[in-house]
Structure formats: structure tokens, C-alpha cells
């Protein structure tokens, strides 16, 4: 009986504790940074050097994506990728889950997305993958 009661609950959480945002979108993204024609650019990914050339990494969506690349002999750049609301997963929450769908968006960030559509830079794969393509070409 006890165990049957906490399954319904636990059950009942994951109803409730989720949301649009969260479904499609998750509290995180996939990026692929791209730093074309130079395979040996070191790319930081807000301060944390993630790889060099090109690399894949999981982002959280509710901060801006600040990409530095550095390379002998040449200046640094740095890149500010900027974050955008997720308005149409925004309406799905209210109207599907409420207020509580309202808070776990807010909350966890899944309200966000890279700006690929202000930002010629940035290419949407899909809602979970977005490519980031730094212009390095001061660089020679």
C-alpha cells in the first residue's frame, strides 16, 4: 500500500514539476563552437577553456555565451553569443501548466535560447543544438 501511494506520487511530481520549456527545449543546449580555418585557436567558453579548433559542449540557457579564441602570434577575440526568451514555449506553460510550468521555465532556464535569429553567427540544429561559427579572420 505504502509503495503504491509514493509511486502515484513520485508520479504525480514529474506531472507536475514539468513544463513546455523543459519538454522540448530542456535546461540546457547542445553547442558546437566552431572556429573555421584555424585548428589551433584555444576557445574558452565563459572563462573555462573548453578545446581548441572546434569543440562540443552542453550550455545552460539561462546565460549569454561569451566565447574567447586565442592563437599564437595573433590578437584574442572575444564573441558575446546573446540569449533570447523562448515566447512560444512560454505561452504552452501558461496555458498547459500554470503557474507551476511558469516557475519551472523561469527556474531552470528552459525560457531561453541562443538569439540565432538576430545573430547570423549562431545556426539552429534544433531546439536541443545550435552551431556557433567565431569569425577569426584577423587572424592570418
Known amino acids: ?24 527545449g530542456g535546461s540546457r543546449y547542445v ?3 566552431r572556429v573555421n580555418n584555424h585548428p589551433n585557436a584555444e576557445i574558452y ?8 579548433g572546434e569543440v562540443t559542449k552542453s550550455f545552460k540557457r539561462s546565460k549569454d555565451l561569451k566565447i574567447e579564441v586565442k592563437q599564437d602570434g595573433c590578437e584574442p ?3 558575446v553569443f546573446e540569449n533570447r ?6 505561452i504552452l506553460s501558461v496555458i498547459t501548466f ?13 525560457s531561453y535560447k541562443p538569439d540565432h ?8 540544429v534544433s ?10 579572420s584577423q587572424c592570418k
Open 1 to 24: 500500500m505504502k509503495k503504491s501511494i509514493l509511486l502515484v506520487g513520485f508520479l504525480s511530481s514529474t506531472l507536475i514539476f514539468n513544463s513546455c520549456g523543459v519538454i522540448f
Open 31 to 33: 553547442g558546437d563552437i
Open 45 to 52: 567558453a565563459n572563462g573555462e577553456k573548453i578545446g581548441t
Open 77 to 79: 577575440k572575444s564573441q
Open 85 to 90: 526568451f523562448r515566447t512560444g514555449n512560454f
Open 98 to 110: 500554470g503557474i507551476v510550468g511558469i516557475a519551472v521555465d523561469l527556474g531552470t532556464g528552459a
Open 117 to 124: 535569429r538576430n545573430n547570423d553567427a549562431i545556426d539552429k
Open 127 to 136: 531546439d536541443k543544438k545550435y552551431i556557433f561559427n567565431v569569425d577569426y
